[in-house]
């Protein structure tokens, strides 16, 4: 038996189809036609960070021990997604939250951080005459790219050996 249509629209507004099918045992292609019928339509990502920027603008308190997904309004994979394509800057700034709370958040919600591997570490072993073998196949920032680091950090390596780069620029065509 199918619930009343209002807990239906909350669970279409709170649920990706796929959830909502397994949930109720039906194809995914009924589950766009109860979105359809209902007016229940899925919220797209800009919809979503103007909805949790909305939300702390309204100094939202998250001393509590409700969830900070029910505070908001929000599922916790929209909040989630919100955390991995939002600057860690941005995020301070629209949360009002501290360092220590953003890195909790990514640990409670298992977000894998992605690091810059350490210059130091990568290019520890590379010599003068390694790096310029590299850099006749790659341009600087191709090569930044293989090395995980930056290209500012390239050309830091660059002038500590004293290496021009734009010397091997006909070996990148």
Same mark, same amino acid.
């Given at each position: 038996?199918?619930?009343?249509?209002?807990?239906?629209?909350?669970?279409?507004?709170?649920?990706?189809?796929?959830?909502?099918?397994?949930?109720?045992?039906?194809? &995914?292609?009924?589950?766009?036609?109860?979105?359809?019928?209902?007016?229940?339509?899925?919220?797209? @990502? %800009?919809?979503?960070?103007?909805?949790?920027?909305? @939300?702390?603008?309204?100094?939202?308190?998250?001393?509590?021990?409700? =969830?900070?997904?029910?505070?908001?309004?929000?599922?916790?994979? !929209?909040?989630?997604?919100?955390?991995?394509?939002?600057?860690?800057?941005?995020?301070?700034?629209?949360?009002?939250?501290?360092?220590?709370?953003?890195?909790?958040?990514?640990?409670?919600?298992? &977000?894998?951080?992605?690091?810059?591997? =350490?210059?130091?570490?990568?290019?520890?072993?590379?010599?003068?005459?390694?790096?310029?073998?590299?850099?006749?196949?790659?341009?600087?920032?191709?090569?930044?790219? !293989?090395?995980?680091?930056?290209? =500012?950090?390239?050309?830091?390596? %660059?002038?500590? %050996?004293? &290496?021009?780069? !734009?010397?091997?620029?006909?070996?990148?065509?």
């Amino acid at each position: 038996m199918r619930q009343t249509d209002e807990e239906l629209k909350n669970n279409l507004r709170m649920m990706n189809n796929k959830q909502v099918s397994k949930k109720y045992q039906v194809s &995914i292609g009924t589950v766009c036609n109860w979105r359809r019928k209902l007016g229940v339509k899925k919220e797209r @990502a %800009f919809e979503v960070r103007e909805k949790i920027i909305n @939300a702390f603008k309204d100094d939202i308190t998250l001393k509590s021990r409700t =969830s900070i997904e029910d505070k908001i309004g929000v599922t916790k994979r !929209q909040f989630v997604f919100f955390l991995q394509t939002t600057k860690r800057d941005d995020v301070l700034k629209i949360t009002g939250v501290t360092l220590c709370t953003y890195y909790n958040w990514f640990k409670k919600y298992g &977000i894998k951080r992605t690091r810059k591997t =350490s210059v130091r570490k990568v290019l520890k072993h590379i010599n003068k005459e390694g790096l310029i073998e590299k850099l006749k196949i790659f341009p600087p920032d191709k090569l930044a790219k !293989q090395f995980g680091v930056t290209t =500012s950090a390239m050309y830091y390596w %660059f002038k500590k %050996f004293n &290496i021009h780069p !734009q010397e091997y620029r006909e070996f990148w065509v």
